[in-house]
């Protein structure tokens, strides 16, 4: 779904549900949902079959570095460094609707440039199922 004009992109993350914090320094949230798909086709019956297997997604959030200042930055380095997992919410749409779901910090690329701001992603692969409200 994309974002609506006049709408901006609001990711959060905390290490309880009920302690969501927003990454202030954020400039973009890709979610990535996929389900494995497996062909069952009996050749006699000259049609392909498939049955849904189990159902995936990533979480990408691209942000500013900031992790002295952004509070939520700093919750997902400490998660990642122990081995906890991140709740986190997308909403495309200020707040008014939102993803939400549950992962583990799969990898964090930092981009140090000598001349722009630096950059950090946040890569979740999820844990549980993925809701939308």
Known sequence: MPALPGYKTI??????????????QAKSADLSCSAGIYDITVFQL?????IVGIND?????????????DAAQSTLLTAYLQGNP???????????NAFTGQGYLASMPMK???NNVSDIEFDLDSNGALAYA
């Open 57 to 69: 997604y990533k979480l990408k959030v691209m942000a500013n570095f900031d992790l002295a200042a």
């Open 112 to 114: 140090f440039p000598v």
């Open 86 to 96: 991140i709740f986190w919410s997308v909403s495309p749409n200020n707040g008014v």
């Open 46 to 50: 000259n049609w392909k079959q498939i």
């Open 11 to 24: 990711a959060k993350v905390g290490l309880t549900a009920a302690t969501l914090v927003a990454i202030g």
